[in-house]
């Protein structure tokens, strides 16, 4: 079963920080480009941060500086986990999560999403 896991979402202050996580099968997701997206209520999904198998970083524009991508390996060097450092959060950053995967424009792989509220 092909599965992004997600995990590290909650409430945070303004000017808080969080880190996400989502892990992923390191062999059946070796060439894809492991990305995050955000969801705010009433708005479109789209595009945080990505990171393709050559470890090329893409950022939105609204997060550049704040937001680092990243991913590590398991021990065992089976699983993958990429992740989301969000630091400086604001209130507008407060929306759905999600953990994709994709080969070429559009995502192939999504995961089950993940709440961040950022709020005083």
């Known amino acids: 079963q092909v599965r992004l896991v997600e995990s590290g979402g909650g409430l945070v202050q303004p000017g808080g920080s969080l880190r996400l996580s989502c892990v992923y099968d390191?062999?059946?997701?070796?060439?894809?480009?492991m990305g995050w997206y955000s969801q705010a209520p009433g708005k479109e999904r789209e595009l945080v941060a990505d990171?393709?198998?050559?470890?090329?970083?893409?950022?939105?524009?609204s997060v550049k500086g704040r937001f680092t991508i990243s991913r590590d390996s398991s021990r065992d060097n089976t699983k993958n986990t990429v992740y989301l450092q969000m630091n400086s959060l604001k209130p507008e950053d407060t929306a759905v999560y999600y953990c994709?995967?994709?080969?070429?424009?559009?995502?192939?792989?999504w995961g089950q999403g993940i709440q961040v509220t950022v709020s005083s």
């Open positions: 990171i393709t198998r050559l470890d090329t970083t893409d950022y939105a524009d």
């Open positions: 390191k062999t059946f997701f070796t060439l894809y480009t």
């Open positions: 994709a995967a994709r080969l070429g424009v559009y995502v192939d792989y």
